[in-house]
T-cell receptor, first 113, second 111 residues
Framework: GENVEQHPSTLSVQEGDSAVIKCTYS??????FPWYKQELGKRPQLIID?????GEKKDQRIAVTLNKTAKHFSLHITETQPEDSAVYFC????????????FGTGTSLTVIP | ETGVTQSPTHLIKTRGQQVTLRCSSQ?????VSWYQQALGQGPQFIFQ???????GRGNFPPRFSGLQFPNYSSELNVNALELDDSALYLC??????????FGPGTRLTVL
């Protein structure tokens, strides 16, 4: 099955700086890559996603890039704010196994005011 | 917030007992996926239901079973509870190949 690795596990940045989280996947058939933000005690919330026919997608301060050849995708957050502090999960969906999602192990982002 | 709801919010059981968790999917969604999230880990796929049929299963033993009803709500049943089953159980609803939206989760503690 698919294997998703996520780095770093923890990340601290100063307010206003950029944050980058990277994920790699193993199954070249994976075709959909969402990113979720999970605040303590709350549900994972979708913040951005990208499909395999697109190389980059941006939504205000958040962007995701996908390199299908290298099988990696990254989340970029610019002008970070304290409310960006949370755990971020990447995921990959493969159509080979019932459209199940495989999640990374998460990155705990802390934005220091 | 999504329209996905789960009940109960918290649950405490003892080893060997059985538990049923419930999920109501968002309007217009016909697929429910269940995940187990241990503390400090990413969600692990348990199984998915599409139009009342199981549509994929992760690496979980048969004592984890499920149902989906005609209104697309779903249940997760766990028999013979073990201590390691303590986790946050999340359901996510979607149309089959679309984005998944998570419910708030059920925190299960097994003593």
């Amino acid at each position: 099955g698919e294997n998703v690795e996520q780095h770093p596990s923890t990340l601290s940045v100063q307010e206003g700086d950029s944050a980058v989280i990277k994920c790699t996947y193993s199954d070249s058939a994976s075709n959909y890559f969402p990113w979720y933000k999970q605040e303590l005690g709350k549900r994972p919330q979708l913040i951005i996603d990208i499909r395999s026919n697109v190389g980059e997608k941006k939504d205000q301060r958040i962007a995701v890039t996908l390199n299908k050849t290298a099988k990696h995708f990254s989340l970029h957050i610019t002008e970070t704010q304290p409310e960006d502090s949370a755990v971020y999960f990447c995921a990959a969906k493969t159509p080979n196994t019932g459209n199940q999602f495989y999640f990374g192990t998460g990155t705990s982002l802390t934005v220091i005011p | 917030e999504t329209g996905v709801t789960q009940s109960p919010t918290h649950l405490i059981k003892t080893r060997g007992q059985q538990v049923t968790l419930r999920c109501s999917s968002q309007s217009g969604h016909n697929t429910v996926s269940w995940y187990q999230q241990a503390l400090g880990q990413g969600p692990q796929f348990i199984f998915q239901y599409y139009r009342e049929e199981e549509n994929g299963r992760g690496n979980f033993p048969p004592r984890f079973s499920g149902l989906q009803f005609p209104n697309y709500s779903s249940e997760l049943n766990v028999n013979a509870l073990e201590l390691d089953d303590s986790a946050l159980y999340l359901c996510a609803s979607s149309r089959l190949t679309d984005t998944q939206y998570f419910g708030p989760g059920t925190r299960l503690t097994v003593l």
